[in-house]
């Protein structure tokens, strides 16, 4: 079995962040080993990120890498600069592919990146990756293109992300685009491609892109082809959002476990 390894935030809720991460690689069969970065904790009012120190960032990547052979690494939310130093550190001698989800803007919470973080991801992170995953929100960040609303939007952007130095793209387009349809476009070296699934009108999407990557991350390290892996995590994430679990009247996590289940009964 292939090991694969997230270093993301705990998401209390468990809809997102390295809950969704480990459960979304525990799914598609591959074993998951965690390092946390950061704990975040949501209530009705609230929106609190706890990071941890980026010494014991440090700590955990060293312990997992030293210790046991990694075949795919994905990162997610890393709470700060230091904390994106320290993982760019560890991982920029270790041979091993990258799948980098951005997390730079929350459905739960208007947070506003500190810029300072967005340049280190820019100009540090995304060039050690293999493919990144922002969602709509991360890809005007990412790119500078200020609103993206149509598909030639969406391939601009895509491009000007390519351009930051990571090979390949996928923008998730999600609940925030115009229409009835949820599409992911992909960007690569040679090609480009859409994926879509109806737009679900529900509000069981926390964790939705954490899923999707993860989705991504665990098929490339069991060798699916990147087209494949975009594909069948786009079906992955459909059926979580589907039968997701509702929280509150504005919460609720995408549950893992429903494309197992539907394939059992299919
Ligand atoms: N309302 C929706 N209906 C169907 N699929 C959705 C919906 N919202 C998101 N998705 C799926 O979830 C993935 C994650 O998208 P999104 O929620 O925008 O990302 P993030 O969680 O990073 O903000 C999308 O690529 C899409 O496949
Ligand atoms: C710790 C943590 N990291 C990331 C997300 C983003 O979740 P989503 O997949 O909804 O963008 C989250 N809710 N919590």
Redesign the pocket.
Known sequence: MQNVLTVAGSDSLAG?GIQADLKTFEELDVFGLSVLTSIVNVTQTQFNQHNLSADLVTEQLKSVLTTISIDFIKTGLLGNSANLYATVEQLSDYRTKLVI?P?L???EANTTTNRDYVTSLKERLLPLGFLT?P????ACILSGVTSISSTTDVQQAAQKIQALGCPNVVI?????FPGDT?Y?YLLTESDAYW?D??????TT????????SAAITALLARDYSLVDAVQLA?RF??LG?QAGVPISSQLGSVWQGAYRQKEAHS
């Open positions: 997102g989800d997390v803007s929350f459905k995953t969602n709509l929100a991360e998730k387009c999600g609940s925030r949820a992911n994926f699934t109806p737009k679900l009108a529900v999407t926390d964790g939705a892109g954490c899923t999707f786009t994430v459909y959002i």
